[in-house]
T-cell receptor, first 110, second 114 residues
């Protein structure tokens, strides 16, 4: 898997959009960008993933730059329940497994 | 649709014992992966199974093993337990084998070694 770089922590006000950046400058052409989050004592929760194009689902939007070297996860209207550690992973998934880094601890402030 | 189910949720063992953890994937999912999470090392990939075959293994000693059954359910076994094996063990399932299908995780089994 390609190495990813994320800020260790971020704050966001409740109700505002939370924008979480991720750098994956060594990503290869067949590697996806995955985002997961983990709330203490639970398993990681899948949020979204993409290869080249921007993606949106009911939880979030994923914006991938044209050169695919970085991406941004957007939570459009953050709530207190969005406080968690967010992991950005660049890899092929499947049998390769997922390589988790330290992630970004997102704290939503009331 | 039920998620990934792992049993038991908590387990306490002593050094030298062995343990078996169980994972039931999401219905229809055929790939099962196992991960270990510790405060020091974070989340690390153990191994992946598809159609009852182990297709990849992470950098863990041979004491860690697993298997998958024909109904896609999986078990992992750790023999001769060491204090350092205390961790949250997570199972993840996906529909298929490629990266297009994301992995979905259970809430894990927390193993404590005394």
């Amino acid at each position: 898997d390609a190495k990813t770089t994320q800020p260790p922590s971020m704050d966001c006000a409740e109700g505002r959009a939370a924008n979480l950046p991720c750098n994956h400058s060594t990503i290869s052409g067949n590697e996806y960008v995955y985002w997961y989050r983990q709330i203490h004592s639970q398993g990681p929760q899948y949020i979204i993933h993409g290869l080249k194009n921007n993606e949106t689902n009911e939880m979030a939007s994923l914006i991938i730059t044209e050169d695919r070297k970085s991406s941004t996860l957007i939570l459009p209207h953050a709530t207190l329940r969005d406080t968690a550690v967010y992991y950005c992973i660049a890899g092929r998934g499947g049998a390769d497994g997922l390589t988790f880094g330290k992630g970004t601890h997102l704290i939503i402030q009331p | 649709k039920a998620g990934v189910t792992q049993t038991p949720r908590y387990l306490i063992k002593t050094r030298g014992q062995q343990v078996t953890l169980s994972c039931s994937p999401i219905s229809g999912h055929r790939s099962v992966s196992w991960y270990q999470q510790t405060p020091g090392q974070g989340l690390q990939f153990l191994f992946e199974y598809f159609s009852e075959t182990q297709r990849n293994k992470g950098n863990f000693p041979g004491r860690f093993s697993g298997r998958q059954f024909s109904n896609s359910r999986s078990e992992m076994n750790v023999s001769t337990l060491e204090l350092g094996d205390s961790a949250l063990y997570l199972c993840a399932s996906s529909l298929g084998t490629g990266g297009r299908q994301p992995q979905h995780f259970g809430d894990g089994t927390r193993l404590s070694i005394l």
